[in-house]
């Protein structure tokens, strides 16, 4: 183009008119007119020369600019210049559909950035000798048309100034920011890397991927992205591929969602953690389950209902048409246009949903058992994904509601005791399989009480059923007042019972309250006539999965430990045990497995957080490592940790903790600045190590951790005898920054001695001590004074196994400074843990909004 080139800016709007007029009007080079349409050209172009250029805006659908476009083509000026498309950022019309003859286009908001360096490209390529159609392949390519073709989310990058020059549709859709908002925009504004910086990505554009989190409307995404360098609009840019951990975005994740929805329990609970399963990682707003199951008022019943938004007053059932419609076994899919079905159905209207999807639940007999809503603001994800998605969670869901109905008829039909009321042996045995099944998900361990009372036959035949269900009553109260509410009692024949105790991390707390039981069931029982009876129980003991991977086997070794407590005299307890050549052949293969086990990456290091006892927010967590065995899956600590001791691993594997632990915790602060105080457990073996300060110092230095956020953790059970330079060893760590905590406090023989000699920041009394507040007086007051004393030592106390309201209102009101157990959270793997501190922050995001 040469200085009396002549431009033709045609746009209905006057300031994209006056936008393009200025932008050309500022290099000089060119005479530009500006007109409102094609007839408005015609008036300005009469007797003038061939053009050099016409800028061209497209808006709404594009209609009017395509006619008007086929009427400039007639103007002899206009008749072989050159087209550049400007789309109007509100315009609905795609690049990819864009008429024939436009050689190039770019957004109205790149008009002041991007126009010129467009224009020179194309008139580079001209020159070259391309067709005009043909002048953008010509030069370097367009990269934009593949974001409006595929699902991908990609992003365009400046790398000299780190802002976004293009982006993919579905960037837009999923950060919830027009693209006209996103271009123009810092990187970091959308895309945070996790282990990098992101000048750094665009430096190196490797391809390699790296773990980020997008923005969304959810919070942030997480996943992975890439760089690679190409050439764009003239330029050297780098474009960026993001893959997100959504399932509703990737397939394979999409396969490891079903794999945890599948996994999840049966009854109530099972279903909602499937439904929020499906709602966090699909990214749907709205998720909802009916049971099609009519109650006495014929409506169907809302089992559970997860909503991204504002508390609702939400509309009855038989207001929800498309609830209706899918009860009646009809599929409905709207990706995009669930908008028009909101005149019929309040709910839709009411929550402003784009894609809407419903799915029966149905039997084998295509019998329907309830509904599958789920709505997002967005359009929905990928059909590929969702559908196959949806049908499989369907078939979950259907299951477990024709489960929960057989279980409820059967419940009515007889499977609680119609005596005591407890679970009997129909329900316990289902419960057992429900709890194994938990237990392999999450690696928890349990324990299996086999209770048999002593001589009951006797009591029955000599003073006759009526006081023989006297003591099966009394025998009930007592059972329930030695567990903890999460725990099973049931009566499983005559005068059994079984009992499952759950979330045990120590075997030595199951053998308490064997012990315990033992106490309790041995006090005189005053029957109806006055006469005091004597009834002793017998225990057998039989633990996950150390004995047995299986229900049936559990249940007979119990058994089998009952009796042997009965032929040691009864009135006791005993633990199964295996023969010596089945346990010295099963330890050996434990011990050479667990060898190579930190080689192969089957530890895991879980966390679980402590809060304030009074804000119940978080103020630090625990680590503690988990062996997950190819074969076995998850073992138990309270079995390993005694096998890593035995053979010194424990010293290589507590180190590996250590390290790993110190690494995330510098994370976690680096991306939130929580200062969470990092509690790693020392053993006796470790405390003994020469090396143990060297070690300790590196790991911090490694990591960048503070040495103030570590805590390390001494059991009350090491003896100071036991470990000679336990105190220097500790008083080293004090000299490095880090704090002392004395765990397990109250179990040992040394606790004053503890307290005095050890440089120690704060104590943790043991769960065995908690669990029974509100049952032992005796143990109230052992921890009521424990805190008190530690007070005035000026020790912070933190309680250990607070699984109740219960317990927290007890702790609270003796002035326990912080809690931990499974009431707030269970022990989380790294990527649940992080989880939980991002829903953290974007809840006090958004409470400080809200009061903003």
Known sequence: MTGSAGILVVAAQRELRRALFDTFDRDGHYVVHSARDATHAGILLEGRGALALIVVVFDGDGREAAIGLDAL?????????????????????????????VADWLYASQIEHELLARCQRMQKALRAGAAPGAAMAASDGDYRFAFDEVESEWLIVDPSRGRILECSASVASHSGLGEHELRGRPLQDVLAFSDIRAEQVLAEGSRRWHPCHRRSVRGADSGEASARPIRHAGRDVVALLFRSDRAGVRAEVALGLLARMFGAGSGDEGIAEAARLLYEEMGFDYVA???????EGGAPV?????????????????????????????AMMHQADAARLAPMDPLLEQLGLAGFAGWPLQDERRTVLGALLVGTRQPL??????????????????????????????????LLDALTGLPNRLLFNDRLDTVIREANRTGESFALLF???????????????????????????????????????ARYAGDEFVVILRHIVKNEDVLRIAEKIVQVMGAPLRIDDGTELQVTASIGVSFFPDDAPDAETLLKHADEAMYAAKSLGRNNYQIFEGSAQQSQQQNLALKSGLRHAEHKGELRVFYQPQVDANSEDIVGMEAL??????????????????????????????????????????EWERRYGLGLRLGVNLSAVQLMQPNLLEVVASALEESGLEASLLEMEVTESISIKEAPNLVENLQGLHRLGCRIAIDDFGTGAASLDYLRKLPADRIKIDQSFVRNIGVDPDDEAIVRATIEMAHRLKRGVVAEGVETEQHMQFLRANQCDELQGFLFCRPLP??????????????????????A
């Open 289 to 295: 389950v009916w049971s099609a199951r009519q109650d």
């Open 73 to 101: 083509r007639q103007l002899p000026a206009c008749a072989d210049a050159p087209l550049i498309a400007v789309l109007d950022d509100a315009a609905m019309l795609k690049p990819t559909v864009l008429p024939a003859g």
């Open 381 to 414: 994800p990928s059909l590929a994904i969702v559908q196959p998605v949806l049908r499989c969670a369907a078939s979950r869901f259907a299951h477990a509601l024709e489960l929960r109905h057989t279980r409820e008829q059967g419940r009515a039909e007889g």
């Open 451 to 489: 209770v048999d009372l002593d001589r009951f036959k006797t009591i029955n035949d000599t003073l006759g059923h009526a006081v023989g269900d006297q003591v099966l009553l009394t025998t009930t109260q007592r059972l329930r007042g030695s567990v903890r509410a999460s725990d099973t009692v």
């Open 625 to 666: 490592v988990r062996w997950e065995h190819p074969e076995l899956g998850f073992i138990g600590p309270g079995f390993f940790i005694p096998l890593a001791e035995e053979t010194g691993l424990i010293v290589s594997i507590g180190e590996w903790v250590l390290r790993t632990a110190c690494r995330h915790a510098q």
């Open 302 to 330: 809302q089992l559970v209902q997860y909503w991204r938004g504002d508390e609702q007053l939400w509309p009855g059932p038989h207001l929800q048409s498309s609830l209706r419609l899918v009860l009646s076994g009809q």
């Open 830 to 851: 790294q990527p649940s843990f992080e989880k939980l501190l991002q829903e953290r922050q974007s809840l006090l995001a958004g409470v400080s909004g809200t009061a």
